[in-house]
């Protein structure tokens, strides 16, 4: 028996493994969340020239201005 995979889930298990967004609430919310990222960047093997790209796309209300901001600064 043949089954189709999905990228968002893990071949060997057939888990849904990804990061949530995180919105800029400095605490135990950002301590869980980097806990969280690195875990699935170790689980995944992403590469550390993409680590910093996937974490922007998780950032939403005040932690995403912040990121566009600085983006925009650096340039």
Known sequence: ????????????????VEISSFGGDLG??????LATRDQFYEYKGIL????????????????????DNLLEVRG
């Open 1 to 16: 028996m043949k089954v189709a995979r999905n990228n968002m889930y893990d071949q060997d298990y057939c888990m849904k």
């Open 28 to 33: 135990v919310e950002f301590v869980d969340w």
């Open 48 to 67: 550390d020239s993409r680590m910093i790209k996937i974490a922007g796309f998780k950032l939403k209300h005040g932690a995403l201005v912040w990121w």
